[in-house]
């Protein structure tokens, strides 16, 4: 299957990134990899999914979170959740998709499930792989839950991704056209890690009304009239929103949402240092 945007242009700094995989592609690693490199602040979508006891948002919340990371004005979106890719999309500078062949991403995962059982029963234990640190999604990891998932269903959505979630993927990304890098091999993503890492450092736009500072790499570029004016803008005018589509309204992260806790807070899980040479091998 052809991606919708195979040439996206080179050399533009990104702003927002969008990665998309396959369980067991090595999204997670990628991202990790890329935050620390770019500095721009990563947001998993299995942290902003997953409640204590593996519970799952309702669908207006569910929707709700997604809506406040499209407003933030820098990001690395990590994870798949087709139904909600062409909102992320619409918003991004561009979309990673990490596309290895299904018995590599198995393979994969079958080993990670292998270690992350090792360690199920001791919470305060973070697993470790020949990496480093597994990644668990965050409230899963504070609560203390056991990190561990149906490997068959995990499998089974791994052999079936092209098949079903990358149709409704490619679909998606067709109708927003964002440039869409998309690599078969860990080499190609060594590539594009390297690349988007010499874009570095990226510049911070001024920061949309209620969206909360966000980490800089340098000094700010807000003009200095509008840095003096100490009257805060009207809440829901965003001045460094995607150009595309009608944003909703943003809320700080760590704020609390109509639901009543947190909606989006950036990546802090142990694995967000990763060693610099995952990604160098083919």
Not at 159 to 179: K, N, Q, S
Not at 194 to 218: I, K
Request: charged share 20%; aromatic share 4%.
């Amino acid at each position: 299957m052809a991606s919708p945007s195979c040439d996206a242009p080179r050399g533009r700094p990104r702003r927002r990134i969008v990665v998309l995989g396959s369980p067991g592609s090595g999204k997670t690693a990628f991202c990790h990899l890329l935050a620390v490199t770019t500095a721009l602040p990563l947001y998993h979508l299995d942290d902003l999914y997953w409640s204590p006891g593996w519970s799952r948002p309702g669908e207006a919340e569910w929707a709700h979170r997604i809506h406040a990371l499209c407003a933030l004005p820098r990001w690395i979106a990590d994870g798949n959740y087709a139904s909600s890719a062409e909102p992320r999309a619409r918003a991004a500078d561009l979309v990673v998709l990490l596309d290895r062949h299904p018995l590599l991403c198995a393979a994969a995962l079958v080993r990670r499930s292998l270690r992350l059982r090792r360690t199920a029963h001791h919470p305060e234990t973070a697993p470790h792989g020949r990496h480093g640190p597994e990644y668990v999604p965050r409230r899963l990891r504070e609560a203390g839950d056991p990190p561990v998932l149906s490997l068959t269903a995990l499998l089974r959505k791994s052999l079936l991704f092209r098949r079903r979630d990358l149709v409704v993927i490619h679909d998606a990304l067709r109708r927003t056209g964002t440039p869409v890098r998309r690599c078969r091999t860990r080499r190609q993503a060594a590539v594009l890690l390297a690349e988007l890492s010499r874009q570095a450092p990226y510049p911070v736009p001024d920061p949309a009304p209620g969206t909360g500072p966000e980490p800089s790499t340098g000094p700010s570029r807000e003009p200095p009239s509008k840095a003096a004016d100490p009257a805060p803008e009207p809440a829901g005018q965003h001045t460094a929103g995607p150009p595309k589509g009608r944003q909703p309204k943003a809320h700080p992260p760590d704020a609390p949402s109509p639901y009543g806790h947190p909606t989006v807070t950036p990546c802090t899980c142990p694995a967000a240092a990763p060693t610099p040479t995952l990604w160098r091998s083919p």
